[in-house]
Nanobody, 127 residues
């Protein structure tokens, strides 16, 4: 297993959740890590990303200010802290790793830059 995502669950609107994604194997030491989500019947969309070495973060405009991506180098783990959750945040959340620095070319918001994907964790926000 290269990426292991966890932390999803059921939360009420306005609540918070923290997702974790632990890397191993070839995903370990990746250039960047991204979070994406896919709601039922919708395309997968970018949520946020972080570069391992310098910690620079990127966010989708609709999530900026509510979601925070961070990393713990010692634990090889990336986090997605989600606050002020809304029912429209309901989705399967995926973490992804860019082990070949492709996001330099594609940009961190493009799924094409990532070569390893976790299994996804479901977040359900009730109204």
């Amino acid at each position: 297993v290269q990426l292991q995502a966890s932390g999803g669950g059921l939360v009420r609107a306005g609540g918070s959740l923290r997702l974790s994604c632990t890397t191993s194997g070839r995903a370990f030491g990746s250039f960047a890590m991204g979070w994406f989500r896919q709601a039922p019947g919708k395309e997968r969309e970018f949520v946020g990303a972080i570069r391992w070495r310098n910690g620079v973060t990127y966010y989708a405009d609709s999530m900026k200010g509510r979601f925070t991506v961070s990393r713990d180098n010692a634990k090889n783990t990336v986090y997605l802290e989600m606050n002020s959750l809304k029912p429209e945040d309901t989705a399967v959340y995926y973490c992804a790793a860019d082990s070949r620095s492709r996001t330099i070319e594609t940009g961190p918001r493009s799924s094409a830059g990532y070569d390893y994907w976790g299994q996804g964790t479901l977040v359900t926000v009730s109204s």
